[in-house]
């Protein structure tokens, strides 16, 4: 295991900042997750971290060691790509067993190695086997294998479920994380998919235009974001923000429910809320409308669950109320967070 560390990392392609100074340290062990829409950079500053690009400025550390001038077999990481990247006329057995094999590393030893990591992973039973006879999932397993049998002090993994059918995504997301813990290896993995980050990540590094906007637990994200841009990038629907004067107040849409619904002690805000259209979800209701009054233009979604089976038509009006712990407030300008206040509709 190892940690590893960025100390302002840029990278410049011409004009464009892909990463414009990250600093950022993980935790031994952990399964720290690089979240962000395409073209924020957390691919670029992966490769960076491995080797297969060069920062224009900063320092990379793995292990507290300065890495920036090691070629990446010299980093003792292992990458998994969005492809796979398998040889296609290779048996599962010698596609795990190459790196091996490039080393060096004695016929016996090799053998020894691929049979544990495929054992692992449950496809001991794959290895006389070609890529093209593999599932998605199989292959990403060998691609996963291939990597384990190098035994590095970091996995770097990127978007590696990304070709996955939907369900398919769901049992391997349970089963990669359950690989990550039994080994203890730390790990960074890219995605964009937010559901994955939260559900697989012990922390998110939330990217955006080549800066980490926040850093910190799925539900410290989720509950507090830093900023506008991690409220409405995280929650699907995501955070509402309503305009007032030189800030903004955001909510997330289960906590906007009808008068009388509300849990718990204290204040409450309480909004007129048109009900334009009514999704209906199975487990949950997506009620899509405005806020009757000084917020009228501004799209407002409200997340019901079953339990509360209040009548709800399109075109009418409902009081809606959110509890004033609930609310979060934003500066209108750079849209970082701001200290509680209190709030009247």
Not at 19 to 48: A, H, M, N, Y
Request: glycine share 8%; proline share 6%.
């Amino acid at each position: 295991m190892a940690i590893v560390e960025t100390r302002n990392i840029k990278k410049y392609f011409g004009e464009v900042r892909a990463v414009d100074g990250v600093d950022l340290v993980s935790e031994e062990g952990e399964f720290l997750v690089l979240l962000g829409p395409s073209g924020c950079g957390k691919t670029t500053l992966l490769r960076i971290i491995a080797g297969l690009e060069q920062p224009t400025e900063g320092e990379v550390l793995i292990g507290g060691q300065v890495v920036n001038g090691l070629p990446p077999r010299a980093r003792q990481i292992a990458m998994v790509f969005q492809s796979y990247a398998l040889y296609p006329h290779m048996s599962v057995y010698d596609n795990i067993a190459f790196p091996l094999k490039a080393q060096g590393v004695a016929k016996e030893s090799r053998r020894e190695k691929v049979h544990w990591a495929a054992a692992l992973l449950k496809i001991d039973q794959l290895l006389d086997r070609k890529p093209r006879q593999l599932s998605g999932g199989e292959r990403q397993r060998v691609a996963l294998s291939r990597a384990l049998v190098r035994e590095p002090a970091l996995f770097l993994l990127d978007e590696p479920l990304s070709n996955l059918d939907a369900q398919l995504r769901a049992t391997a997301r349970d089963e990669l994380q359950q690989f990550q813990a039994s080994i203890g290896t730390t790990t960074l993995y890219v995605t964009h998919d937010q559901v994955e980050a939260m559900g697989m990540g012990h922390r998110i590094a939330v990217m955006d235009r080549g800066k980490v906007r926040q850093l910190a637990t799925p539900r410290e994200i989720y509950d507090e974001p830093a900023d506008t841009f991690v409220a409405t990038f995280l929650g699907s629907p995501p955070m509402n923000l309503l305009v007032r004067d030189d800030y903004l107040v955001g909510f997330r849409p289960e906590h906007l429910l009808p008068q009388g619904q509300t849990k718990g002690d204290g204040a409450t805000a309480s909004f007129s809320f048109q009900v334009g259209r009514v999704e209906y979800l199975g487990a949950d209701r997506l009620l899509y409308g405005v806020f009757d009054g000084a917020f009228e233009d501004t799209k407002i979604v409200s997340r019901l669950p079953s339990t509360v089976t209040d009548p709800i038509q399109p075109g009418e009006s409902y009081q809606f109320t959110v509890r004033q712990k609930d609310l979060k407030f934003f500066d209108r300008g750079p849209g970082l967070r701001m200290e509680p206040r209190d709030f009247s509709p």
